[in-house]
T-cell receptor, first 112, second 114 residues
Framework: SQELEQSPQSLIVQEGKNLTINCTSSKTLYGLYWYKQKYGEGLIFLMMLQKGGEEKSHEKITAKLDEKKQQSSLHITASQPSHAGIYLCGADLSGGNYQLIWGAGTKLIIKP | ETGVTQSPTHLIKTRGQQVTLRCSSQSGHNTVSWYQQALGQGPQFIFQYYREEENGRGNFPPRFSGLQFPNYSSELNVNALELDDSALYLC?????????????FGSGTRLTVV
């Protein structure tokens, strides 16, 4: 099984609706990164969380790291076509700050 | 500030050949990481270079090797290419102590091995 599980694998959402993507680890998350990827392209940094209970927001996207530091969620409010893409969570599971382990990604489609 | 630049963008090679991929890190970043991303999967860590030294390596065979230069740009070399090496190769630069800003990724090199 994967060290970092993302759910759901894919999501089709009506424009204007809210959605949540989850990222779960069996180990402590020393640093959790959320990125967005357009198909076959590079990754665009969204947010980084490090402390248990931490929450960050950027425009209509909010990410949280739970108190036990083993799960993170990404919430998009009032989704727009520009939110479509693949969302990836990457984690430092060792505290070594050099290797990130990644989830398989969540493919988000926004229906107009 | 400039971002991360990777070259070439696409490459087709024959099984058994060797390939070199290049990466220019973002200005001010002295650490470069390389990842392999197969279709439909998350990236897999290959290795990281910090100040021209390998700083960590993932589960990849020795035929995957790298270099970092004094200007912090980097190369990924793959020898004896196999069909399974077909993937998107991503380079990411970062600055220790500023990881809250994330790793800056390039657009990747799409390698196809035939």
């Amino acid at each position: 099984s994967q060290e970092l599980e993302q759910s759901p694998q894919s999501l089709i959402v009506q424009e204007g609706k809210n959605l949540t993507i989850n990222c779960t680890s069996s180990k402590t998350l020393y640093g959790l990164y959320w990125y967005k990827q357009k198909y076959g392209e590079g990754l665009i940094f969204l947010m980084m969380l490090q402390k248990g209970g931490e929450e960050k927001s950027h425009e209509k996207i909010t990410a949280k790291l739970d108190e036990k530091k083993q799960q993170s969620s990404l919430h998009i409010t009032a989704s727009q076509p520009s939110h479509a893409g693949i969302y990836l969570c990457g984690a430092d599971l060792s505290g070594g700050n050099y290797q990130l382990i990644w989830g398989a990604g969540t493919k988000l489609i926004i229906k107009p | 500030e400039t971002g991360v630049t990777q070259s070439p963008t696409h490459l087709i090679k024959t099984r058994g050949q060797q390939v070199t991929l290049r990466c220019s890190s973002q200005s001010g970043h002295n650490t470069v990481s390389w990842y392999q991303q197969a279709l439909g999967q998350g990236p897999q860590f290959i290795f990281q270079y910090y100040r021209e030294e390998e700083n960590g390596r993932g589960n990849f065979p020795p035929r995957f090797s790298g270099l970092q230069f004094p200007n912090y740009s980097s190369e990924l070399n793959v020898n004896a290419l196999e069909l399974d090496d077909s993937a998107l190769y991503l380079c990411a630069s970062s600055q220790p102590g500023q990881l809250y800003r994330g790793y800056t990724f390039g657009s990747g090199t799409r390698l196809t091995v035939v």
